[in-house]
């Protein structure tokens, strides 16, 4: 391990990644066997992470599906497994004892964690993966546990006196209240770094344990993936880690999104043990352009930007990403849709935005109609006009 990079593979050229994960993802779609014979010809197909386009999309309702049809773990091929996990579905998770089995060392090592550290990890072990996340990590790194979970803050801040914590982990709100409780108590300690997730960073929060000498990173994690970016001392965006494949989709398709725009983070990883292949997360983010200056080559994303299931209720009737996405579909001159739910009077309106170059107004309107369930008023727009920040569902309501 060098002193600035936890290993080679974060600073590798484009080409060198590319290889070696193609080859990854060769062997790990070799090794599916329980697969539709559909879904395997299409995986036949794939030589890269550029052809994953060519599968569906997977996503938490399949899985939670494949699960109650088959558990634990749905059918999907599953090695090497020490616990498992549930998290709110539910949706089992396995986990791994092998060394730094969710990939989350990486993140810990670039927020400055080592040997000298010791980590009061106050992510949940209940249940839920984060605090065996978080535990794995720290070993990785050779950092020592005090495995704390949340609540009875009073005894956290006693335990960080007596044993010299130097580190915090855990979601970015709860130090803050671990550190008014010691203020309160009279009590100063020692915590210099915070590695945080599991919930928004904001920057007056950042700011708060930065004017306390702490220096606080963030990680992208989920219970099903591990660790999919992480932040640097750099702070200039989310690095992706080197275990996970991430496109950026447009939200309710498969389909990859231009460079730069907002789109749904679909994730592949690359653990042999436990291997999930375009895995839609849910959430909205965007590739960065360049490398981040701590030298690390690897994509980097924005971070967290929403939720990409817009689904939303008009006139009563749920209109849905998927169904906007079939609209753009069917009509072969149509770039892109957006349906804006506002309000006239008392009474929902629905407005569909169409970017074509050209067409039938009217025959897009018998398809909106079609496909959605709705009538609303169609609006033909020129290619690139409409906004590039992932929403194909904008609700303008006022629910105040």
């Not at 708060?208 to 989920?222: E, F, M, N, P, V």
Request: charged letters at 20%; hydrophobic letters at 40%; aromatic letters at 6%.
């Amino acid at each position: 391990m060098s002193d600035s990079h936890f290993d080679d593979l974060e600073t590798r050229s484009a080409d060198a990644r590319a290889a070696a994960q193609a080859g990854q993802l060769r062997q790990i779609l070799a090794g599916i066997t329980g697969a539709p014979e559909s879904w395997r010809m299409a995986a036949a197909g794939v030589s890269g992470p550029d052809d994953l386009p060519k599968l569906p999309v997977l996503r938490k309702s399949d899985l939670s599906g494949w699960q109650k049809a088959a558990p634990p773990f749905g059918g999907i091929a599953v090695h090497n497994a020490t616990h498992v996990f549930q998290s709110p579905g539910p949706i089992y998770e396995p986990g791994g004892s092998s060394p730094d089995w969710f990939r989350m060392g990486r993140f810990l090592h670039a927020a400055g964690l080592g040997p000298e550290d010791i980590v009061q990890n106050c992510f949940g072990y209940h249940l839920t993966p984060a605090g065996h996340m978080f535990e794995s990590g720290a070993r990785a790194v050779g950092a020592m546990v005090l495995p704390a979970g949340v609540g009875q803050t009073e005894l956290q801040v006693t335990a960080a006196r007596d044993i010299g914590t130097t580190a915090y982990a855990g979601t970015p709100d709860y130090l803050k209240v671990i550190l008014e409780k010691a203020d309160e108590m009279g009590v100063k300690l020692g915590i210099t770094k915070a590695a945080v997730g599991g919930g928004a960073l904001f920057p007056s929060l950042r700011q708060y344990y930065t004017d306390r000498g702490i220096a606080c990173l963030q990680c992208y994690a989920t219970a099903d993936l591990g660790n999919v970016a992480y932040e640097s001392q750099a702070m200039e965006g989310m690095i992706v880690d080197e275990g996970v494949i991430v496109e950026i989709v447009t939200p309710g398709t498969g389909d990859p999104v231009a460079a730069g725009e907002v789109g749904e983070v679909v994730v592949t990883s690359l653990n042999p043990d436990y291997p999930l292949i375009r895995f839609a997360t849910g959430d909205l983010s965007a590739v960065m352009e360049g490398q981040s200056p701590c030298g690390r080559t690897n994509m980097r994303i924005k971070g967290w930007m929403g939720r990409a299931d817009q689904t939303t209720k008009i006139k009563g009737m749920f209109v849905r990403p998927e169904q906007v996405a079939a609209l753009v579909a069917q009509h072969d001159e149509i770039s892109k849709a957006r349906v804006v739910a506002s309000r006239a009077g008392e009474k929902d309106v629905m407005t569909v935005h169409i970017e074509a170059a050209g067409g039938d107004a009217a025959l897009y309107a018998q398809s909106v109609t079609n496909l959605l369930k709705l009538k609303g008023e169609v609006i033909v727009v020129d290619p690139g006009t409409l906004p590039k920040d992932g929403l194909v569902i904008e609700d303008q309501r006022n629910y105040d």
